[in-house]
């Protein structure tokens, strides 16, 4: 058994995964299943029974970790541990640390916004033992950003520093963004938004039923990263596009913070070979001086970062 184990529940839109991690981060086992979106309660008792089932694997008890972390797709306030809105389900103002705490005997429980847990967990497992100054991307579904500067998360006043996604990237032909303005970069450049382009793409294009039938890859932002591997034209110009996107953001970022590094998490990021010459270019002409040269890496943690990040949270 190890010593002072860290209890991990990393609530997301569509799943959840409870862990048991080491002190280094490191998941010794974990437990994914459904995330239940219409009742809080019902889907937290699921959480609780699920890490308690682990702890009992691992011959323990939840009152013997040393804590647990929580991370939520949802805007939280960590001090008070309470989640304050969830979009995906509709759930607001939760006392999360305080529930856990009561039902699992554990007086140490953690919470915090999933994208900041990341970042977190860059910082204490991940990159972040090398660099002390750098900006978090998620690229996903939506995307998130997070700022560590001088190895701390900046939170801001109300919780909202690293909204990353609702940069304005696009003035002229802007795309309504799930946050209900326009132009924002997770309208041009998200999971989704490549999705809808290679779709569109697809209708447009008088080839393309012979490219899906040499190709059968699914309408999305993975079914247009193949394609766009074998060389289809129409393919890589989306990710041009969507590199020129982030590159208009991340410019501004680091024309603000001037960090050492950015570093990208979520399913998309895994085509940064595809986005990155494009964001360098943007970076070229619109970064000052040598704000422009931050090292791009792809997150240390995997692609389960947010279980880690939930690790991260228990001091
Ligand atoms: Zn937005």
Redesign the pocket.
Known sequence: MVISMIGAIDIGGTKTITGLADQNGQILEQIKFESCTENWETHFERCAESLSKLCKRHQTETSGLKGIGISLPAMTDSEKGILVYAPFSGWRDIPVAEWFARRLNQPAVYVENDVNACALGELKFGHGRTYKDFLWITVSTGIGGAVVADARLITGWHHLAGEF??LKVERVHPRR???G?EG?L??HASGTAIGKAFQEYLLSNPEAEQILKAHPYPVDAYGCRMLAVKGDKGAMEIYRQAGRYLGIAIAQAVNLLNPQAVIFGGGVSASLDLLEPEIRRVLEKEAVHQAGRAVFLYTALGYEAALAGAAALVP
Do not use: I, N, T, V
């Open positions: 996604g609702h963004c799930p946050c303005q924002c997770e309208a």
